[in-house]
């Protein structure tokens, strides 16, 4: 469940403040200077680079305003919760209304990192099934209650049911839903974007993943958004192996997404996962100085959320859905990784 572990007391303090990133200096025209043809071309490619930057630009602002013409978010009414077979193990947190106590770390031996990667397999198809559920006039109630039937019939339990009181199977994040929407009769629409994250408890451990997928045709715009988002998952795991610093994946997420022209959620973090399904070392996705480092064999998630413009997050009264306060659109992309060596497994990646 995305950035769950905020939930959970997390949210980084004063010392983890992101440091500020600043846009290089335009490059200096030379007037009417002669100079080397080859650094002409040097200067055709930068002033190529200016216009698509210009052109990206003017897409983020047309895209904001659109964005801002839909309807805000309301709740829909929410079904009661769906059965779970009583053969299938539960997580030890199913039924208890308090908060699990938050695990120091999980180290895992083969067996347990065998297991792990067959709950990630689950929940990455899981995912990929879902998304093909992503069309206008779906509730997010039906792509929750078809979720919930492919788990249970795999022998898994979805994790987030149960979680602190969470009523369904998966979270459901549209449009300004920063994260952990909870499924019920909104209908998608055309141009629409929804998060789906998907977690399972199989055999003894849990295993995440979620993806924010287009419903119908989008705007470029919003189609470079979702791009950009989802290259900024790929940045924080690139700079992972066994003794690097965490902070180098906030860095790398926050300097990106500043590049793109957009913001990076600070309230909700990455976390380790296993046999419980929150546990340290906590992930910040912006710009921290964290001192931890990473140990081979460590697993955990990778969850940055991107916003497109810098605005304050605002929770409902249900105590999960989190959306931005001036209605601007979230994407969310997720992966659970293998700390090795020389670098990573994506766990959820199939």
């Excluded at 055309?190 to 287009?214: K, L, P, W």
Aim: hydrophobic share 35%.
């Amino acid at each position: 469940m995305a950035g769950l572990a905020a939930g959970l007391g997390a949210r980084p303090s004063a010392a983890f403040e992101a440091t500020c990133f600043r846009p290089l200096a335009s490059p200096v025209r030379s007037g009417r200077l002669i100079v080397p043809k080859r650094c002409f071309t040097v200067s055709s490619r930068l002033a190529r680079v200016e216009d698509e930057l210009m052109e990206i630009r003017k897409s983020q602002e047309q895209s904001s305003v659109k964005s801002k013409k839909r309807p805000p978010l309301r709740r829909g009414k929410v079904s009661p919760q769906l059965p779970v077979p009583e053969h299938i193990p539960r997580p030890s947190y199913v039924g208890s209304k308090g908060l699990p106590e938050l695990c120091k770390g999980q180290f895992h031996d083969a067996q347990g990192i065998a297991g792990i990667r067959a709950a990630c397999k689950l929940a990455a198809r899981v995912l990929d099934f879902a998304g093909t559920l992503v069309k206008p006039s779906v509730t997010t109630n039906e792509i929750d209650a078809a979720v919930h039937n492919m788990i249970i019939e795999a022998g898994a339990y979805p994790s987030p049911l149960g979680y602190r009181e969470f009523p369904k199977s998966i979270c459901t994040s549209v449009n300004e839903c920063v994260c952990h929407g909870i499924p019920d009769s909104t209908q998608l629409q055309t141009g629409d974007i929804i998060n789906i994250d998907v977690n399972v408890f199989f055999n003894g451990y849990h295993g995440g993943t979620s993806r924010t997928f287009a419903c119908g045709q989008v705007d470029d715009s919003i189609k470079h958004f979702l791009k950009a988002a989802e290259e900024c998952l790929e940045k924080g795991i690139s700079v992972c192996r066994d003794g690097v610093n965490y902070r180098k994946i906030g860095k790398k997420i926050s300097k990106l997404a500043y590049f793109y022209g957009y913001y990076v959620v600070e309230r909700f973090v990455g976390h380790g996962i296993g046999t419980l399904y929150h546990s340290e070392p906590l992930i910040l996705h912006h710009a921290n100085e964290n001192s931890g480092r990473m140990v081979e064999g460590q697993i955990f998630t990778i969850e940055p959320i991107l916003t497109m413009e810098k605005t304050e997050c605002v929770t409902w009264e249900d105590g999960w859905t989190t959306v931005t306060a001036d209605g601007s659109w979230a994407a969310q992309f997720e992966h659970t990784i293998l700390v090795t060596r020389n670098g990573t497994e994506i766990l959820t990646k199939l």
